[in-house]
C-alpha cells in the first residue's frame, strides 16, 4: 500500500506562485509513475501533470503548460508541482495519485493510489 499526503495548497493573488509537494510513505515511489491532477467545482477531475518513475518523461495539460512544472526526488519519496503565473482558473482540489501499472500517468483510470487532496485558491 502506497500513503499520499499533499502539503502546499493555499490562496494567492493571479500571477503568484505556489509549490505543492506530495509525499509517499508505505513503499519507495521510484517504482511508480506519477501524476497531478485538479478538480473544480462542479466539473470532472483533469488531468495536470505528470511523470515517469525516473523522471525522464514529463507531460502536462496544456492549460498549464508552461507554467508549472512536476518533479520528483525518489531519495526523499516526494513528487512536487510548482505552479507559476498562476490564473483564477486554476482554482480546484489538487489531487497527487501514483500508478504502478504504467509508465506515465495522464489518467485518472490508471491510479491506483490518491492523496486526499490540497485546495487552490487563485484570486483576481
Known amino acids: 500500500q502506497v500513503q499520499l499526503v499533499e502539503s502546499g495548497g493555499g490562496l494567492v493573488q493571479a500571477g503568484g506562485s505556489l509549490r505543492l509537494s506530495c509525499a509517499a510513505s508505505?513503499?519507495?515511489?521510484?517504482?511508480?509513475?506519477m501524476g497531478w491532477f485538479r478538480q473544480a467545482p462542479g466539473k470532472e477531475r483533469e488531468f495536470v501533470a505528470t511523470i515517469s518513475w525516473s523522471g525522464s518523461s514529463t507531460y502536462y495539460a496544456d492549460s498549464v503548460k508552461g507554467r508549472f512544472t512536476i518533479s520528483r526526488d525518489n531519495a526523499k519519496n516526494t513528487v512536487y508541482l510548482q505552479m507559476n503565473s498562476l490564473k483564477p482558473e486554476d482554482t480546484a482540489v489538487y489531487y497527487c495519485a501514483a500508478s504502478s501499472i504504467t509508465t506515465i500517468l495522464l489518467s485518472t483510470s490508471y491510479a491506483g493510489y490518491w492523496g486526499q487532496g490540497t485546495q487552490v485558491t487563485v484570486f483576481s
Open positions: 508505505g513503499r519507495t515511489l521510484s517504482s511508480y509513475a
